[in-house]
Structures are given as C-alpha cells and as structure tokens.
C-alpha cells in the first residue's frame, strides 16, 4: 500500500510561483514512476508532469512545458512540481499520482493517488 499527500497549494497572482510537494509513503516510493495531474473545475483531469524511478526521465502536458518542473528526492521519498509563469488557466486540483512499471502519460495506469491540492491563480 502506497500513501500519497500533497501540500503546497494556495493563491498566487499570475506570473508568480508555487512549489507543490508529494510526500510518499510506501515500500516501492524509490522504484517507482511518479505523475503530477490536475482537474480544473468543469473539466476532465489531465496529465501534468511525470518522472522515472531514477528522475533520468521526465515529461511534460503540452500546456505547462517550459513553465513547470518536476524533481523528486528518492531520499525523502518526496516528488515536487515547481510551477513558475503562472497563469490563470493552472487554476486547478493538483494530485500526484504513483504506478509499477513504466513511466506513464496515462492517467488510467496509475494505481494510487493523493487527495489533492487546490492551486489558485489570480490574474
């Protein structure tokens, strides 16, 4: 069993930047895929960000590349999502999300998931 808890969410004025933080508990955390998602309100979920076992790979949803960044430190068994050049279309629930296997864009590959954390930008 894997437990997952985000923190980090709150108001931030477009153009700022917030640093999301997914706190893993859980035998497999440090072999295992991790994925950032979000749902804005009225909208499906999407793919945010996702990172390898290793960190030696990441990926990126179209919308956010160049603007956020995904780590994780094997260590803390923590992932992070810094999320710079906000902008008021990053208004959303962000949940990270962990699978076995390969690093997935697919939401419906992964196994456990975090309540959440609202993140809220104002323009």
């Given at each position: 069993q894997v437990q997952l808890v985000e923190s980090g969410g709150g108001l931030v004025q477009a153009g700022g930047s917030l640093t999301l933080s997914c706190a893993a508990s859980g035998r497999t955390f440090n072999a295992s895929p991790m994925g950032w998602f979000r749902q804005a309100p009225g909208k499906e979920r999407e793919f945010v960000a996702a990172i390898s076992w290793s960190g030696s790979s990441r990926y990126?949803?179209?919308s956010v590349k160049g603007r956020f960044t995904i780590s994780r430190d094997n260590t803390k068994?923590?992932?992070?999502?810094q999320m710079d050049s906000l902008i008021p279309e990053d208004t959303a629930v962000y949940y990270c999300a962990?699978?076995?296997g390969t690093t997935s864009r697919q939401q419906s590959q992964y196994v456990y998931w975090g309540q959440g954390t609202q993140v809220t930008v104002s323009s």
């Open positions: 990126y949803g179209d068994n923590t992932v992070y999502l962990t699978k076995a």
